[in-house]
């Protein structure tokens, strides 16, 4: 775990640096702020069936084998969504045995079998991770940037979309802590039967670039 800290530190020390020369926005971090709007689907439809990274089946809709799944779309190189592992890998022990599955789902077309296990275990990840290189699953749940997060449940309906916590007020500028805590929040609310309010936040960190694939 340690590690893993160290590793996420250095992540977000190293792009920083690079923002103050002004590389990082050219390279591939984006403020989600700067994404067109897209029309945001309340469905997941049809239901998302795809094996993980280790062959296991995962459904995302109506009809999958869990009260609640928590798609979470990530890089292997985005330092926000890096810097989220640990946060994720807390909330997914925590709401194991809920009726909960989190999900992780690479953004990066050209993300191969062998790069994503190798982040996965750089970033100690044990959630179920997908391969979406043509954004399929990007565009089914209407996420746009990485770290972004998408409540859906058991009937294939979205009832969160956004931020994990606001930890970032925007690329670059983060508190030391964060005081809200949305993904978490819309959880509970959702397990419990109750209204999640907001349903919909700003997620930030990079951009998933949809107008690259088909």
């Not at 067109?36 to 109506?62: C, F, W």
């Not at 399929?136 to 998408?150: D, F, H, L």
């Not at 009832?159 to 964060?178: E, H, L, N, S, V």
């Amino acid at each position: 775990m340690i590690q893993t800290e160290a590793r996420v530190l250095a992540d977000v020390v190293r792009e920083l640096a690079k923002l103050s020369v002004g590389v990082a926005v050219a390279a591939c971090v984006t403020l989600s702020h700067a994404a067109e709007p897209l029309a945001k689907p309340t469905t997941v439809t049809p239901t998302i069936e795809a094996n993980d990274l280790y062959g296991v089946a995962v459904s995302i809709g109506k009809g999958q084998r869990t009260k609640l799944t928590v798609v979470i779309f990530i890089t292997t190189d985005c330092p926000i969504a890096n810097s989220y592992h640990p946060t994720i890998e807390k909330l997914r022990r925590d709401y194991a045995g809920q009726d909960c599955q989190i999900v992780l789902v690479h953004e990066q077309p050209g993300t191969t079998t062998e790069a994503a296990l190798t982040h996965a275990k750089d970033y100690a990840i044990a959630a179920p991770i997908l391969l979406d290189k043509d954004h399929a699953i990007a565009r089914s749940v209407g996420a746009t940037v990485t770290p972004e997060a998408v409540v859906v449940d058991g009937q294939g309906m979205i009832r969160y979309r956004g931020r994990i916590d606001d930890r970032y007020a925007t690329f670059g500028k983060k508190r030391p802590q964060a005081t809200r805590h949305d993904l978490q929040d819309a959880m509970v609310a959702a397990l419990q039967g109750k209204q999640i309010t907001p349903t919909e936040t700003k997620a930030v960190g990079c951009l998933i670039r949809l107008e690259s694939s088909p």
